[in-house]
């Protein structure tokens, strides 16, 4: 996947929350998907294929959505493996931890930090 011109949006969820989606017109990542029916509403309304799903950590409200987007196909969830019932296909590997690097296509992110994602070119 290679995204040219990236969108970055917010998803409204829950009361007070947004899931975070950044997409190219046609492919989109989400970030901290806590619910899936928000995500998938906004992909279907844009047409976009999910390609990716990054976690920046395991709780609730920030991985609840994960199964039902699942549901869609086989869809690479970067992020944190801490249990066995994670979601993660993609953990990081070998000693690396949360500052671990996940790539898919361009995208390039570092789960250690606050404002996780950046764009290469």
């Keep these: 996947m290679t995204m040219d011109r990236i969108h970055i ?50 709780h609730f409200d920030h991985n609840s959505g994960v199964p039902g987007l699942l549901e869609r196909g086989s869809i690479p969830v970067f992020g944190p493996l801490l249990n066995e019932h994670d979601r993660v296909s993609h953990p990081p590997r070998g000693r690396q931890s949360m500052g671990a690097q996940a790539r898919q296509g361009r995208l390039e992110s570092d789960a250690s930090n606050p404002a996780p994602t950046r764009w290469q070119r």
């Design 9 to 58: 949006q917010p998803i409204p969820a829950f009361k007070d929350n947004y899931i975070w989606m950044m997409h190219d017109g046609r492919h989109a990542v989400v970030v901290d998907p806590g619910a899936a029916a928000p995500v998938l509403k906004a992909l279907d309304a844009q047409g976009l294929q999910l390609s990716a799903v990054l976690l920046t950590h395991l």
